[in-house]
């Protein structure tokens, strides 16, 4: 799986710059793709638009820009602009009655995975693309799958590294992403505005 995703990173170079993936389990059937989205906005529901050319268009925004993807049983969120890391307040709120993965990065670092449930963040590795670096916070055995990948590949590995965030995520959730789900033209997207409200 980790191959998988280095192609798509090969194929999708400027993925590799500025990214935030969050994929949300809802435990309740109840809880809908626009429900979650309600919760991503910070409690109102965001602004959808369709973007030409999205992954060209969405660097003139100042906002959060979202793909979204709905799986078996989860949804994925790819914010593709900046990186903007979805905010803990938020992932709190996703987590209710849900379970939530999210990975991050952006052109300064920030290189982290998480996991969330019952309204808490339950483990968190931060700058795990340098060894050295990486801060574990939580419970260690939630992400001891994802550590064992990254030990698996050589320290300089920074694709894999990347790629293993993703198929890590995959593993846990069924959920992943092609390639070809990035090269769209006129494609719905979603504009998050009210991160800063919770």
């Not at 993936?21 to 369709?50: A, C, F, K, S, Y």
């Not at 799986?71 to 307040?89: Q, R, V």
């Amino acid at each position: 799986m980790i191959d998988h995703y280095r192609n798509l990173f090969h194929r999708q170079q400027w993925f590799e710059d500025a990214l935030c993936w969050t994929v949300v389990q809802p435990l309740d059937e109840q809880i809908t793709v626009d429900d979650l989205l309600w919760r991503l906005n910070g409690g109102r529901d965001p602004e959808e638009r369709t973007m030409a050319y999205p992954t060209e268009e969405s660097v003139t925004e100042d906002l959060p820009v979202l793909f979204v993807y709905e799986g078996e049983g989860a949804y994925g969120f790819l914010e593709f602009s900046y990186g903007f890391a979805t905010p803990d307040h938020i992932l709190t709120e996703l987590s209710k009655e849900s379970r939530v993965w999210m990975t991050t990065w952006h052109f300064k670092g920030g290189y982290t995975i998480l996991y969330a449930a019952d309204g808490k963040i339950r483990a968190r590795l931060r700058d795990f693309l340098f060894r050295e670096h990486a801060k574990q916070e939580g419970d260690p055995s939630v992400l001891a799958g994802f550590r064992a990948m990254l030990d698996s590949l050589d320290p300089e590995d920074y694709r894999g590294k990347r790629s293993a965030a993703f198929a890590f995520i995959e593993a846990s959730t069924g959920m992943g992403i092609e390639s070809e789900w990035l090269d769209v033209e006129d494609a719905p997207v979603v504009v998050l505005d009210n991160w800063s409200a919770m």
